[in-house]
């Protein structure tokens, strides 16, 4: 394809950017070939120009199509360059927030800075046994096939895990080591799995620290070497360190930390066991608070500690050698606050009473002066002399760093040791699978020279990494027979040889090591000097002559120089070591016994060579050449695996979650090595595709004819049509291998051809739609034209006669308006005469009132001005009057003054004065009163004279006003008296519309009123009975919520019990799996045993009877009992009751041989009284006799009792044929007659029955008189014996009164018998009264011992609390045991008792029936005998099969082992094996024999069992057998005699109840075995299942080709279109033939439907997981095909009758995952829909569908990121598990329903076919 073909409009490319990198742009403008300038267009609608150089023509990169971005393999890009791949990075990291992506066969992990749910057990499950195509990338696919190349190559692996610090190098390796303890089982030894896990912890605390860019960042190197062995189980491990930071321990960036162990002990330094070593906050040692950052978020340092030392616990390391290394540890941090004092310029000292320097050599066991003394002085050796020198202040504290370092290091290396002594197995390791967990390329702004080790450490590993891809490319080529050119990739040998070859960087820096006077400056200076000019990948920076810079294959570095000598040395002053030598610290010396031992080693070696004299400062390593070694080796161990390699990518700086920042990105991609991957692919043929997969992805590019049965040559015909250019693909055996860019070139081309499909089908749909619109506008329009004219038609007929009309209206109209002018005019006329005469009288009237009222005024005013000279005359008058009075008051005024000035006057005038001067006052004082009230009153008089008054004026201007608008309306009277009239003709019509009107009101009213009055009543009934209807709602609505609440309880206990039951029976079935793994050792143990002592066998074990021996022999083999077994498991769980269990059965073996030599005792004194008791027999005839009659009044009753059942049951029949008869009626009262009768007949012979049996007893009391049984009865009448009587004589002739004699007596020791079996139970009520109170006085001794063990308990720690709970929980088991051991001996006694009576009994029996026949023989012979008709009975067989008790073994051969289950299920009836197993234990019932019972049971549930184990893996052999214990487990209690089930069963089933054994233990036993077997069915049908149903529900496509799958890249998915895929009908036809195999078989109906429903539960997990965990299934039309799947599955279930099963549920998540897919996700209702539809699934399950969803055509759209955080605010509120994978090992809890058999045991055949005829039919 030509550039101007990719390069046309609209073609997207991308640009380099400085802040992005890269920057998406699109083309405005077609390219054509000599152009210098593209013109694009930005995002952001920015347009640009883009330069082209004509020499390069460097066009900018393509972009790859929508549709393969965000792919999981970097590879599958079709255009592969640096913008692609961090495009398509960025896109599933920030966008998907997907952390892991291939490259080829690299997985890319971007550290997520969050936790994620990806790393739980069920992911490790579905992750285990795929491919590594077949899933989404992950760290566990890569274990996956890490550990699946070992298992199939037999060769060992290494995953290589590198990237920078932070980029989560510590947790990928973590992840990887719990994938491979998870997946594989231990083998020899417990726990090697957690042992290996628990190495991490103690790593970490030792080797990890917080710095500016990770919380958790691993300062040191590790490889860690898991061993397998043959059966690929971990057997141990092994642990390689290399280049630990040390300078760390001494000195801490800014918001850094040192090693987490030393904030972990002062995090804990108040723990009692830490007291000694003085510790406290971090803050207060120099080693730890030079960063001033102690604490890190979310992390318990004191927490932290205790998950290390119980790591410590779990490798081994006891609690002494934890201590020590914590001790040592804690001198660590006392020694850097060590101060040392500046005396001069060359000399220090340190204070005597320096604390930290004596709890320093305290903890160290070692002298405080000569530790002080050293610190501050160094030896200095010549040839002759020794000389102590003293140190300046900064090479004093530089000593105790280098001190503090080399003890730290040196601890670190004894405790990496220890775990590797604690991982090491004793078994030979097979194969292992090594991780390495190591530094990425670093360059800082100042590289020293850690720097430099870990970027040669780089170079090394890149090498490696380069050669194995280029291998990978080289070999896939040849494989597939393409021609291919050597392919050009970056070689860093040459960097390699610049370090480490002779006379590089390491020789020249070890050389001048060993100068005496050699320094950083000489050693750059010969660096210059020596690989300036001759390596091109050495040089020198411009302005330094103390640094250099290497070219690497990642970045050029600039190292100072400065520390490389020192670092390199790693010297420490040896003085300071000798002190610690001399220590008495145990873990100290062993610290330094290395530093003993290379002196030897090494004097040994050069006095062999010769080269003696050498010292160990000139033997010793420096660190580069240590480090040189150990990655020498560790190249070689890489180099001789298979490796897998993980890049950690760091994507942001900030610790900031799915950001990703695109330079620091691009960065290590370009340093780890990824893009070199791509380049070398690039280089290539990138995309390769299988033929198969290239025919479905582009049969839409070809024609019909075109298509061939050969596959191959159909897909070389199209691309010979498509692509011209043959070198841009060539054709393999298996693939077709295409160029970069041809595969979106043929994309394109799909897009296209599909695209124009869709035209097409556009053009014609939308045709269709246009003339189908056409057609029904133009049938509209004749419909609306046709209404139309008629409407107008009827309208001018309408307007005619309306225009006819309206002439004889107007005719009317205008004759009515001039006669009614007319009359207006008239009567205007009239109402103007009328007001002018009015107004005229008015004008007359007016001037008559006015001049009389002219007259009036007159008169008032003259009457006015006579009453006011009237009123001056009398004042005057009045004036004169006080003028006179005032003269004669004066005159007498003074007349009274002088006579007051006398005395006789004053005395006269004081008689008397006080009293008047009193009434005075009080004259005054009610003067005043009177005052006052007078001027109120006089107040209120004017206010309400001034309100009057101004309330007059008022209204005088409202007169006035009145008057003036009166005057104004005079004017307009005329007009108005016109209206007024006018107004009042209105108003007479209004009175009479009124008053007709107030009479329909009226009427209205009356009846408005009963209609009110009916509704009111109405009313009244309606609320009534609202009142009922509430009272019965509330009623109801109480009903309800009780109910309600009793169905949630139900509920809730059902689902309790569910739970209950599943814990139980995958308890059950764990246990069952440990018998089966005890049983499978101790065979082989017995093989081992037989093998090395020949001749020792085993005898079986006999049966026992009792319960706890039945208990204990459940499930075990013949010849092995299973007590060892018992006591191995208990052992397992707790030790402590195990040994008192043992004790215990101990105790009990002796008591059963103790119990056997009794009963061999017992039974010889039985035999001793017998042969006395036979010497002293009499006769017992009569006794015979009377047992005779006592036998046919039994059978004569017995006769009546089956008639009066017959009667009964003729009467209650409703199935026959005549219907009972009604009561009243004649045979109901004849009926009752006979009942009656034989009612009083039953009493009378009871009655007889009674008087025989006082009589019998009699009898015996007399014959046992004189034994040891009659000592206790006195009998004073002498009765004759029956001997004397005549046998020959009537019996009618017998004495009356002698019987009733007899009788009496009878009845009187009948009642002796009846009183004493009272005081019996009364003793036995008075002892089990006292048991009671016994037991309620220990129930409420153990409550108030747990009530203070509670209060103990509260008070005591979490760890004591549990402790102390576990010790009291074995108490109490233990005496729970003993108590039941205590019970049990008692009831073996009583039984032994029972026993040994019934045996007695029945022997004596026996004996009497001797007796009696051997006399009753002549006399019956003698006897008149009628004579009778015998008559031979039909053969009733009873149910049973009789076998002799050494058959079991060929009974169960021939049923159980030999059986052949698929001849069974077509030729006989369902569970014979069954049936004849239960018809044998009948027999054994039926002869009373317990050990036969115990035997057969057992023998069948161990040889079924066998059976299982060794056809587990065949589906018809479990499903018969569980068809079989299921039908034995019926039988037992159908047959148990138990009332409630007797009624479902028929009379002759219940006469084949069994009589002698309860066996309800042993319905539990076959209860746990049938769940067992369920069990290992439904392991079986996952086992055939599995590999269908992702093939069948998710693979497999219905339609090829238009919606296939996208293009893969390197890692192809295993089963990926295959030519005969598995469909959903293969899946449904295997479900069939369990279903008809299991129906066959006779399983029960309601066990078929929960095996369906665990199955179709299974096929929903399974298949939902893999959609979670598959992106490439993650689309619309991949949940179009799972519905379409679900669909039949539902349609096979409706078929069969199984939709009520509970299947269908179990479909759910799967049905709404499926409807998630194809739902609309754009806007908030959709989100608001998806909530409400996926009540199923849990909102993990939910983001992770609408993360993964993947368009995989161009017309389908990505779920945006802020739907995804819509939905994720709407489910924030559920409350679900977090969990998002379904439980696929989870198996419903089973429940057997009983079930009855209808088969009839009598009428069971035994064909002759199973070879059983030693069993015989009863």
Request: glycine share 4%; with cysteine; charged share 30%.
């Amino acid at each position: 394809m030509a550039a101007s073909e990719l390069y046309s409009k609209y073609a997207r490319v991308w640009l380099p950017d400085a802040a992005e990198v890269w920057k998406s742009a699109e083309l405005i403008k077609d390219y054509t070939p000599g152009d210098l300038k593209l013109t694009l267009q930005l995002d952001d609608g920015t347009e640009v120009e883009y330069k082209i150089d004509p020499k390069t023509n460097n066009l900018p990169p393509l972009r790859n199509p929508n549709i393969l971005v965000g792919e999981n393999d970097l590879t599958a890009l079709s255009y592969l360059h640096e913008p692609a791949v961090l495009h398509n990075l960025k896109v599933r990291f920030v966008d998907s927030r997907l952390i892991y992506t291939y490259c080829g066969i690299v997985l890319v992990a971007i550290n997520p800075y969050e936790s994620l749910p990806i790393y739980e057990a069920d992911i490790i499950s579905a992750y285990s046994g795929q491919n590594m195509g077949d899933m989404d990338p992950h760290i566990f696919a890569v274990a996956e096939e890490a550990y699946k190349q070992m298992a199939r190559d037999e060769r060992n692996q290494s995953i290589i895990v590198s990237g920078e610090s932070g980029a989560g190098k510590t947790v990928s390796a973590k992840y990887a080591m719990r994938y491979f303890a998870t997946v594989s089982c231990s083998s020899g030894e417990a726990n090697v799995e957690e042992r290996v896990l628990a190495s991490s912890p103690i790593m970490e605390a030792l080797g990890n620290a917080k710095t500016t860019r990770n919380d958790n960042s691993s300062r040191f190197g590790k490889y860690i070497e898991i061993g397998f062995d043959k059966k690929h189980c971990i057997i141990g491990a092994n642990v390689r360190t290399y280049l630990l930071e040390k300078s760390r321990v001494v000195f801490q960036a800014h918001r850094e930390r040192n090693y987490h162990i030393f904030y972990q002990l002062c995090a804990s330094s108040h723990l009692p066991e830490f007291k000694d070593f003085k510790l406290g906050c971090a803050d207060d040692f120099h080693y730890t608070n030079q960063g001033q950052s102690p604490i890190i978020d979310g992390v318990d340092d004191a927490k932290e500690l205790c998950d290390t030392r119980k790591a410590f616990s779990l490798l081994g390391i006891g609690e002494a050698d934890q201590m020590s290394i914590y001790q040592i540890l804690a001198a660590i941090l006392h020694l850097s606050n060590v101060e040392v004092k500046d005396q001069s310029a060359d000399r220090c000292s340190i204070l005597p009473d320096n604390i930290h320097l004596s709890v320093f050599c305290e903890l160290m066991g070692v002298p405080c002066e000569e530790m002080a003394h050293w610190l501050c002085h160094r030896k200095l050796k010549t040839t002759t002399e020794t000389y102590v020198k003293s140190v300046s202040k900064i090479n004093a504290v530089n000593g105790r760093n280098a001190l503090a370092k080399h003890i730290y290091a040196r601890l670190f290396s004894r405790i990496v040791d220890s775990i590797n002594v604690a991982l090491k197995s004793a078994a030979k390791q097979h194969s292992f699978i090594g991780v390495l967990d190591i530094y990425g390329f670093e360059t800082f702004d100042v590289n020293s020279f850690e720097q430099f080790c870990i970027n040669y450490a780089n170079e090394k590993l890149q090498q490696q990494f380069n050669q194995h891809v280029f291998k990978l490319e080289q070999e896939e080529y040849m494989k597939e027979g393409i021609p291919w050119t050597l392919i050009d990739f970056y070689d860093n040998q040459p960097c390699i040889n610049l370090i480490e070859a002779k006379l590089g960087v390491l020789d020249l820096l070890d050389e001048e090591c060993k100068m005496p006077k050699g320094s950083d400056d000489t050693w750059a200076q010969k660096m210059y000097n020596t690989l300036l000019k001759q390596n091109a990948h050495f040089d020198k920076p411009r302005m330094s002559n103390r640094a250099f810079i290497i070219h690497h294959f990642a970045d050029k570095v600039e190292y100072q120089c400065e520390g490389f000598l020192e670092k390199n040395k790693d010297t420490v002053n040896e003085e300071q070591i000798n002190v610690l030598k001399n220590s008495k610290f145990d873990l100290l010396l062993k610290l330094f016994e290395d530093d003993e031992k290379a002196p030897s080693s090494t004097n040994k070696r050069t006095s062999v060579t010769g080269r003696a004299g050498q010292t160990q400062r000139e033997t010793k390593k420096t660190v580069g050449l240590q480090f040189r070694q150990s990655l020498h080796l560790l190249m070689d161990t890489l180099n001789a695996t298979t490796p897998h390699y993980v890049r950690c990518i760091k994507p942001n700086d900030d610790k900031a979650s799915f950001t990703l920042d695109p330079v620091r990105a691009m960065q290590q991609l370009r340093a780890c090595g990824v893009l070199e991957t791509i380049r070398i692919s690039a280089a290539g043929f990138p995309s390769r595709w299988t033929y198969q997969e290239f025919f479905s992805r582009y049969r839409v590019l070809m024609k019909q004819k075109d298509v061939l049965p050969d596959r191959k040559q159909t897909c070389k015909n199209l691309l010979g049509k498509l692509i011209e250019d043959q070198d841009k693909y060539q054709f393999g055996k298996n693939k077709i291998f295409f160029r970069a860019g041809q595969v979106a070139y043929l994309e394109k081309l799909r897009s296209d051809k599909l695209r124009m499909a869709c035209v097409r089908i556009q053009k014609t749909i939308r045709c269709w739609l246009a003339r189908k619109k056409f057609l029904r506008m133009r049938e509209s329009a004749i419909t609306i034209q046709r209404h139309v004219r008629g409407h107008q038609a009827r309208s001018y007929v309408k307007f005619l006669r309306w225009t006819r009309a309206a002439v004889v209206i107007q005719r009317n109209v205008r004759m009515w308006a001039t006669r009614r002018h007319y009359q207006q005019q008239r009567s205007a006329a009239i109402t103007i005469q009328c007001f002018l005469r009015a107004y005229m009288a008015k004008q007359q009237y007016h001037k008559l009132m006015f001049e009389q009222k002219a007259v009036v005024i007159q008169k008032w005013m003259r009457g006015c001005l006579a009453r006011r000279r009237y009123r001056c005359t009398v004042a005057a008058i009045i004036l004169l009057q006080s003028c006179v009075r005032r003269m004669r008051a004066k005159k007498d005024f003074k007349k009274l003054k002088v006579e007051a000035r006398s005395v006789e006057h004053f005395k006269k005038l004081n008689f008397g004065m006080e009293n008047k001067i009193m009434q005075l006052q009080h004259k005054i004082d009610e003067q005043h009163k009177e005052n006052r009230e007078l001027s109120e009153r006089l107040n209120a008089v004017e206010k309400t004279f001034s309100v009057e008054r101004e309330k007059q004026s008022r209204e005088i201007q409202n007169l006035r006003r009145s008057e003036q608008e009166a005057r104004a309306k005079a004017e307009t009277v005329p007009s108005l008296l016109q209206q007024l009239t006018f107004l009042q003709h209105e108003l007479e019509n209004t009175r009479r519309e009124k008053d007709d009107l107030e009479e329909q009101t009226k009427v209205y009213k009356e009846q408005t009123q009963q209609v009110v009055e009916e509704l009111n009543m109405k009313n009244s009934l309606l609320n009534s009975e609202k009142d009922e209807l509430n009272k019965v709602i509330l009623e109801q609505a109480q009903q309800l919520t009780e109910i309600k609440t009793n169905d949630s309880n139900t509920k809730q206990m059902e689902r309790s019990l569910a739970e209950e039951r599943s814990r139980y029976q995958s308890l059950l079935s764990e246990h069952l799996h440990l018998e089966e793994r005890h049983r499978d050792l101790k065979e082989e143990l017995d093989q081992n045993t037989s093998s090395s002592k020949s001749g020792h066998k085993r005898t079986d074990s006999s049966y026992s009877s009792n319960s706890s021996e039945f208990s204990q022999s459940l499930g075990s083999s013949d010849d092995s009992p299973v007590q060892t077994e018992d006591e191995t498991q208990a052992m397992v769980d707790l030790p402590v009751l195990l040994k008192l269990q043992r004790r215990v059965k101990e105790l009990e073996q002796d008591k059963q041989s103790l119990w056997q030599q009794l009963d061999n005792k017992e039974e010889a004194q039985q035999e001793k009284a017998k042969e006395a008791e036979e010497q002293k027999s009499v006769s017992r005839a009569e006794l015979d006799l009377e047992r005779l009659k006592r036998q046919e009044l039994q059978s004569e009753n017995k006769k009546l009792k089956q008639d009066l059942d017959e009667l009964r049951k003729s009467l209650t029949n409703e199935d026959s044929e005549m219907m009972p008869p009604v009561p009243g009626s004649l045979p109901y009262n004849i009926l009752l007659d006979q009942l009656s009768s034989s009612n009083e007949e039953l009493e009378m012979r009871k009655e007889e029955v009674l008087l025989l049996r006082s009589h019998m007893v009699r009898q015996e009391a007399l014959k046992h008189k004189d034994s040891a049984l009659g000592e206790g009865v006195k009998l004073d009448l002498d009765i004759p014996s029956f001997q004397e009587v005549d046998r020959s004589t009537d019996i009618h002739t017998l004495n009356e009164d002698g019987e009733l004699w007899l009788a009496y007596e009878g009845l009187k020791e009948t009642n002796r018998v009846l009183e004493c079996q009272m005081q019996e139970q009364e003793r036995v009520y008075s002892e089990k009264y006292r048991k009671l109170l016994e037991e309620v006085n220990k129930l409420k001794d153990e409550k108030e011992q747990q009530q203070k063990m509670l209060a103990q308990s509260l008070l005591l720690s979490e760890d004591a609390r549990v402790e102390a709970s576990l010790k009291h929980e074995i108490t109490r088991l233990t005496n729970e045991n003993l108590e039941l051991m205590e019970q049990q001996e008692k009831q073996d006694k009583s039984m032994r008792k029972l026993k040994k009576q019934l045996k007695f009994y029945i022997k004596t029996v026996e004996d009497f029936e001797a007796n009696a026949q051997q006399k009753s023989n002549p006399s019956v012979t003698n006897a008149p005998l009628r004579a009778v008709n015998i008559t031979r009975k039909e053969k009733e067989y009873k149910g049973m099969l009789e076998y002799r008790q050494s058959d079991v073994s060929r009974l169960l051969k021939s049923v159980v082992t030999e059986l052949k289950p698929r001849g069974v299920a077509v030729s006989f009836i369902p569970g014979l094996p069954a049936y004849i197993i239960f018809m044998c234990l009948r027999y054994a019932d039926n002869v009373n024999d317990d050990q036969r019972v115990s035997a057969l049971l057992n023998s069948t549930i161990t040889t079924v069992k066998g059976v299982i184990k060794r056809k587990g893996n065949d589906f018809e052999v479990v499903s018969f057998w569980l068809a079989n214990t299921c039908r034995l487990m019926h039988c037992l209690k159908q047959y148990s005699g138990d009332e409630v089930i007797m009624k479902q069963n028929t009379s002759k089933q219940n006469e084949h109840c069994l009589t002698n054994f309860e066996l309800s233990e042993y319905q539990q036993v076959l209860g746990d075995l049938a769940i067992q077997i369920y069990r290992q069915l439904i392991k079986c049908m996952e086992d055939i299942l599995q590999p269908l149903i992702v093939a069948s529900m998710l693979e497999h496509e219905s339609i090829q080709g238009v919606l296939g799958s996208k293009p893969t890249g390197l890692r192809k998915r295993s089963t990926s279109y295959p030519e005969e895929g598995v469909t959903i009908e293969v899946l449904l036809q295997r479900i069939s033939q369990f279903h008809t195999t299991m129906s066959q078989h006779g399983i029960d109906p309601d066990l078929i439907k929960q095996v369906v429903k665990q199955q179709f539960y299974n096929i929903c997990a399974v298949t939902l997981n893999h959609l979670l965990l598959r992106k490439d299934m993650c689309s619309w039309s991949k949940g179009l095909q799972i519905r379409y799947n679900v669909w039949q599955l539902e349609e096979w279930l409706m078929e069969r009758d199984l939709i009520d099963c509970g299947a269908k549920e179990t479909l759910e998540p799967l049905i709404q995952a499926a409807q998630l897919l194809q739902i609309k996700k754009k806007t908030e209702a959709d989100a608001q829909a998806i909530c409400s539809m996926c009540t199923a699934l849990t909102t993990a399950q939910i983001v992770k569908v609408l993360t993964l969803y993947t368009p995989v055509i161009e017309f389908e759209e990505r779920v945006p990121t802020t739907f995804i955080t819509t939905v994720k605010e709407l489910l924030k509120d559920r409350v679900e598990s977090t969990t998002l994978m379904m439980d696929a090992k989870m198996i419903f809890s089973i429940t057997f329903t009983f079930t009855p058999s209808s088969v009839a045991l009598e009428t069971i055949q035994i064909p002759a076919s199973l070879n059983l005829g030693f069993l015989t039919r009863i």
